[in-house]
């Protein structure tokens, strides 16, 4: 298969998962839409490592998934935390911190 | 190695003192402005004819080092720094302050980096103590005082901060101009082959700074309301050391640097110095307030100096390098007898004063004598420094150069009248009638007797042989 | 003597040190005796050095120690030891002596009283070094220390502020004059390159430097001694100077500070000889101040004031003498007139004393029975400075109306307006005084005569104020004039033209004739002992001239305004002001910029998006290739 497929599908991932970020205010999707960018950029990665045939970026590969791993315990815990305070997972809402 | 010693013993002891008890920390205090008091007094006048040269390797992937270099001008500061701290010290023996021992620690880490400043013969480290002496003079200066301490010395802090960021910029400049190295000899080298123009505008830029620092007119706002709030030691630290950073730095490294753009800016520099000298004269002389009285003297006698450096002459650099020290002692000795005042009268309003001579004849006695230094009265030492200074302005090739001398000898007047008025105020008339109830009639204690003991007999012996002190530098 | 010249000046010194560092626990007998036996000690030593001096040399400079030795500057502490200083010297360490003698009793009862002798004892250190310098640099040391001795001693009583205020204001318009003293100073370094007499007055004429120059270096140095002297526009210090206790004013403020100008210039005579309108400024200055002083002094009522517009008008006429060239006629009359001024001021310090602080000589009279040595020797100091022939005052002021005259008739017949005036108010002061009834408070049987030791010192000076003027006897009279020969090799008068003597002998005796007119006018006019109030012009002299409203209102309110002017608003506001602003505008700034920070994160992941973006079409912009 062509390079080029890998490329737009993840082009259309990181999009749709950009876009999701911009415009959805409930926070899990906008937590969902980051791990869909972070997955598009793996993808590409995986793509082009297997094209070039070097291993190097399917290390960066493995060490992204595990950060998004941790980042989803800590940010998951962070909502149910701000969601038992305010009852809300809207973000909006949460323009507080500067208080 | 011996230089090293001048920052090292303050350096160790200030870092010492935050972590001893409160009442170890004063002998500790004395012990080591003793030590460097004695260590800048061999170098003085053991060594004084050797120029004392230190480099250790440090930051050299940048082409900085760590090299002093003691000689001349610089070992006086040097002098001067170890001798006022041990007057500062051992007068104020007795204050209680909350928290003394981070005073103290903080007071000997200002002394490590003015230390610095007065013998680093490396730009990057030059600036480097510059920086250094400033930031434990911000916790001086905003953790003890006066209330709105905080306010004014923010406002000392950017100031001098926002020059020093002037001089950064100069200095990064230059060091680019001489192939990555801060070395004096590279940089003096590099600044010394730069064209007319760019001397031109480099001069304000690396000037900016040091004149914030002395502070000359207009840059002085910061002065009159840091020296009022700050407490006595603090403020003696900055009025009689710190403000010589800047003078100093003129010396040695803003006028070799660039001799083009000094004597293009000169004349500019002397109206300036000038109109400092009778401005701030003149403002002294209708405040109310003691300190500020002698913060606005100060402006005056630091604006004469810095005139005295611009006018080319050897008498006035001399007499200014002399001078430089005088002022030193003399407003270390003012700074405590106003604190002495201060706590006399519970107040620093000077219409509520008077009757001093009557309740503290010793006091007064000081206090005649220092004011008439501070005047420059003969047998004093400034009357050399000023004379020398005066010496020097009417030698000088400019062609208004008498002029200059009636104007700049005008503070002569002025300064009489307002320190005139302050011992009139201050030590003669009756004690008023508000204050009689709670005013302390003890006259000074045996520290603050030896420590002003000190600053006389520097004065008068530098007043009547001059030499003494003045084969140091020359 | 030439090794041991340093002793001179200290022996004032080591009095006021011993009197000053043990001012607590000095006895007070004992203060008073080290005080006066230093000055004595001084006075020994000039006798000395001025038995050994030899007639026909200049001098000597003995040099002690390098004073200032920086670079081109080349300064010693040096001593000029020659006719001229010895004279001064002999002056300043005698009349010195019999003042200090004289305090002894006259402050028997102050509190200050070691505090006084040291102060005393400072001003003669400072007033020798000032007469003894080898150059300029040693006599301003001189200079200004007399003028602070002068300020502590007139603020003596420091718990009354006029007092104070009086110190004040002579410290101030001395260093005004000092100023002066300092540019001239300073103007001969740089165009002599010394400042030492020796070298400088030596090489001074041939060293081609322009009139124009010299003319303004005189000048400089002239107000210098228009401050120290109270010579117009300086005086108004001295009348308050008064304050001050009377023995000082005797010694600082009539027989030697005040002086100092007439012995510096006199010391510059050869500079003054180069510069010919600063002499004729000097002239001028001084016949002015002669004839204001003067005719203020006709309507005052406070003894010591008239004393001191006395003493504003005697060196009035020691400036007119020095410059019509008479340098050994200003001279002379200052000799004399320490004398004679010095008596005049002990004299009416015992009166006051006596009369327990009376000042006011409406409330005296009739004390010549009651004090008959204070009275014989106050009518001999009055006989003298009205210029009665056989007095010290006859023939010092003779040699100096006379030199005027032959300068310019108008300096003569103006300094004879002056000689009347004095002979006027000396004698009203003289009769209200002395004669008459008793006007005053007292019981008659509480004035008494005061103790010895302040009688011989008021003895030995009208013994000098009688005798004091043979020394100067004119040429008319077929002597030698022995002062003249005596300064001879250091000063000498200055194109002095001839006047034949049957003028001469017509000056002399239109003087004499107008002086004893106004003595007998005096005696008539204070009769009845009652003076009336002031109107109009007599008015406007007693308030003398209203100067000092007039400096008030012209300098110093002006001056305060414009300080507070600077204080509040050009510091306060404008200066400080711009540079908060520059604070205010980062903070304004930074108020708009941190609502960007509005906490939503969907809006700062929206302008990161736009800023990758932004970065994409730049970078390809540039880089198209990549």
Known sequence: MPINYYVFLSLLLFAIGMAGVLVRRNAIIVFMCVELMLNAVNLLMVAFSKYYGMSEAQVFVFFIMVVAAAEVAVGLSIIVMVYRKIHSTDINLLNRLKH | MILLFLILIPLVSGLLSFVIQSEQVKSLAIVSSLATMVVSIILAFVFQNETAFLEIPWLQGMGASFALKAGGISIFMALLTGIVYFILFISRLQVKLPNLNRYIGLLLLTQAGLMGVFLAHDFLLFYFFWELALIPMYFLASQWGDENRVKVTFKFFVYTFLGSLFMLAGLIYLYLQANQSFQYEHILAAANQLDASTQQWMFWLVFIAFAIKMPLFPFHTWQPDAYETTETSSTIVLSALMVKMGLFAVIKWLLPLFPEGTAYWSSTVIVLSLIGIIYASLIAFVQKDIKRVIAYSSIAHIALMNLGLFMNTESAIDGVMYQMFNHGITVTGLWLLMSIIENKYKTRNMSQMGGMAKLAPTASIFLVILAFSNVGLPLTHSFIGEFMIFNGIMQSAFDNHILFMVLAGSGIILSAMYMLRLVQKVAYGKVPKQVESYVEAKDISTPEWIGLGLVLLIVIVGGIYPNVFMQVFL | ?626
Not at chain 3, 10 to 34: D, T, V, Y
Not at chain 3, 102 to 110: A, K, L, N, T, V
Not at chain 3, 135 to 154: D, T
Not at chain 3, 382 to 403: H, N, R, W, Y
Request: proline share 3%; hydrophobic share 50%.
């Open chain 3, 1 to 626: 003597m030439k090794e041991f010249i340093y002793l001179i000046p200290l022996f004032p010194l080591l009095g006021f040190l011993i009197n000053g560092l043990f001012w607590k626990s000095m006895p007070k007998k004992l203060a008073g005796g080290i005080g006066t036996v230093a000055i004595l000690a001084s006075f020994i030593l000039a006798l000395v050095n001025y038995f050994q001096l030899d007639p026909n040399s200049s001098g000597y400079t003995f040099t002690l120690f390098e004073f200032i030795t920086a670079g081109n500057l080349q300064i010693p502490f040096s001593f000029k030891i020659d006719q001229l200083s010895s004279l001064f010297l002999l002056i300043i360490t005698g009349i010195g002596t019999l003042i200090h003698l004289y305090s002894i009793g006259y402050m028997s009862e102050d509190k200050g009283y070691t505090k006084y002798f040291a102060y005393l004892n400072f001003f003669v250190f400072s007033m020798l070094l000032l007469v003894m310098g080898g150059n300029y640099a040693i006599m301003f040391i001189g200079w200004e220390g007399v003028g602070l001795a002068s300020y502590l001693l007139i603020g003596f009583w420091f718990e009354n502020k006029s007092f104070t205020n009086a110190g004040k204001k002579a410290f101030i318009m001395n260093r005004i004059g000092d100023l002066g003293f300092l540019v001239g100073m300073l103007l001969v370094l740089y165009h002599f390159g010394t400042i030492e007499y020796e070298q400088l007055f030596a090489t001074m004429p041939q060293q081609g430097v322009p009139t124009s120059t010299m003319n303004f270096i005189a000048f400089a140095f002239f107000i210098g001694a228009m401050g120290k002297s109270a010579q117009i526009p300086l005086y108004t210090w001295l009348p308050d100077a008064m304050a001050g206790p009377t023995p000082v004013s005797a010694l600082i403020h009539a027989a030697t500070m005040v002086t100092a100008g007439i012995y510096m210039i006199a010391r510059s005579s050869v500079l003054y000889n180069l510069a010919p309108y600063a002499q004729d400024f000097v002239a001028i200055i001084g016949i002015a101040t002669a004839l204001v002083a003067a005719s203020i002094a006709l309507k005052q009522n406070d003894i010591k004031k008239i004393l001191a517009y006395s003493t504003v008008s005697q060196l009035g006429y020691m400036f007119l003498a020095l410059g019509v060239g008479s340098y050994v006629g200003g001279v002379f009359h200052v000799m004399t007139h320490a004398f004679f001024k010095a008596l005049l001021f002990l004299g009416a310090g015992a009166v006051i004393h006596n009369l327990s602080g009376e000042q006011d000589i409406r409330n005296m009279g009739a004390l010549a029975k009651k004090m008959p040595i204070t009275h014989i020797t106050f009518l001999i100091a009055c006989l003298a400075i009205a210029g009665i022939p056989g007095f010290s005052g006859f023939f010092s002021k003779d040699q100096i109306l006379v030199a005027a005259y032959a300068k310019n008739p108008i300096y003569f017949y103006l300094g004879l307006l002056g000689a009347a005036m004095t002979a006027f108010y000396m004698f009203r002061l003289y009769f209200l005084t002395f004669s008459g009834k008793y006007r005053g408070n007292l019981k008659e049987s509480e004035i008494h005569e005061s103790p010895k030791v302040m009688t011989i010192p008021l003895i030995v000076l009208a013994v000098l104020s009688v005798i004091g003027g043979y020394i100067g006897l004119p040429h008319l009279f077929g002597a030698d004039h022995k002062l003249a020969n005596f300064l001879q090799p250091v000063v000498e008068d200055f194109q002095i033209g001839d006047v034949a003597a049957s003028t001469e002998w017509f000056l002399m005796g239109l003087s004499v004739i107008v002086v004893l007119i106004m003595i007998f006018l005096a005696k008539s006019q204070t009769k009845t002992g009652i003076i009336k109030e002031e109107k109009g012009f007599g008015k406007f002299l007693q308030e003398a001239w209203y100067v000092d409203e007039v400096y008030q209102a012209i300098i110093v309110s002006p001056l305060k305004e414009l300080s507070q002017f600077f204080s509040q608003v050009m510091d306060k506001n404008i200066i400080d002001g711009v540079v908060n602003g520059f604070g205010k505008m980062v903070q304004a700034g930074s108020n708009r910029l941190r609502l960007l920070q509005n906490g939503q994160v969907g809006f700062y992941f929206f302008v990161f998006v736009i800023g990758i973006f932004v970065l994409l079409v730049l970078g390809l912009w540039y880089f198209p290739t990549i």
